[in-house]
């Protein structure tokens, strides 16, 4: 039920968020609206690991959580150096920071069920999908900081350094996962 409350939340909120990164031009709202589109591919490799309880999918299911993160720390490290470097000056989104301020409640909310939930059935790919969920909470506050500077004083460059807290934790997660069966 976990999976499915987290599937639930992270549709409505990629829809939401990449609406609201289109209409601000917001490399840090777009990180996050992909970054919900992995946590969904997250959700759903669990769910089919869950369900088929086969242990040599274990492997495959991390790796896979792992290969979306590096993607996504290349996707958003490619972008945020482009809006650096081309000083753009990003919008502000209201509706943006109020569903980041939800998402972060939510998603706390959510890992700590998971990392219980897994601990409880001994899967470690429950517990790494929870670990996933946890990032997921604080990126949505990394985000949000740097779209309220924008919003609060005008400064435009801590859209895209938000972003970057992305990048490093897409990398730092992506590059754990890989290494989780070597």
């Known amino acids: 039920m976990l999976e499915y409350a987290t599937l639930g939340w992270n549709v409505a909120g990629c829809i939401i968020v990449l609406f609201a990164a289109y209409a601000a031009r917001s490399v840090a709202l777009t990180g996050f609206g992909i970054d919900s589109v992995i946590e969904i591919f997250a959700s759903v490799i669990v769910v089919w690991q869950l369900k088929s309880i086969n242990k040599d999918k274990e492997k495959l299911a991390e790796q896979l959580i792992g290969i979306a993160f590096l993607l996504l720390a290349f996707y958003i490290a490619v972008q945020s150096g482009v809006v650096l470097l081309d000083r753009f000056h990003p919008g502000t989104s209201v509706l943006g920071m109020i569903w980041l301020l939800f998402t972060a409640a939510a998603m706390f909310a959510l890992a700590y069920g998971k990392g219980r939930v897994g601990k409880r059935l ?61």
């Open 122 to 182: 001994g899967n470690p790919v429950l517990r790494k999908e929870a670990r996933v969920t946890v990032i997921d909470g604080l990126l949505a506050l990394a985000v949000l900081l740097g779209i309220m500077l924008n919003y609060l004083f005008g400064s435009w460059w801590a859209d895209p350094v938000a972003s970057l807290v992305i990048v490093y934790y897409g990398v730092r997660e992506g590059l754990h996962a890989l290494r989780a069966y070597h």
